[in-house]
């Protein structure tokens, strides 16, 4: 069963500093690019950032670039979002989700996310 346990959300203010994790288990986490997805609050989902299996070449939403970065570890099955300046517009319910393939191809899997909240 794939699973994917994000973590590090919480409380900051405005212009602070979070790194979101998501430990991913029950597949090869090696073998599959990865996504952030955040939702806030009355809004739609909307793709915040992806990485390859091999973590080279991200993307990023064009108003988080220079802010946010993904990363992974995929000797420790894990997922990076280091987000910095935080803004109150980024808070939301941010969501690891798994790819279809090792080069995206559409999100398959979602984690139940951690909430970032950004107080101004």
């Known amino acids: 069963e794939v699973q994917l346990q994000a973590s590090g959300g919480g409380l900051v203010q405005t212009g602070g500093s979070l790194r979101l994790a998501c430990v991913a288990s029950g597949f090869r986490f090696g073998g599959y690019a990865m996504s952030w997805v955040r939702q806030a609050p009355g809004k739609g989902r909307e793709g915040v950032s992806g990485?390859?299996?091999?973590?080279?070449?991200?993307d990023y939403a064009v108003s988080l670039k220079g802010r946010f970065t993904i990363s992974r570890d995929n000797a420790k099955n894990t997922l990076y979002l280091q987000m910095i300046s935080l803004r109150f517009e980024d808070t939301a319910v941010y969501y690891c989700?798994?790819?279809?393939?090792?080069?995206?191809?559409?999100?398959?899997?979602w984690g139940k996310g951690t909430l970032v909240t950004v107080s101004s």
């Open positions: 989700v798994r790819e279809a393939s090792s080069w995206y191809g559409g999100m398959t899997h």
């Open positions: 990485i390859n299996w091999s973590g080279g070449t991200p």
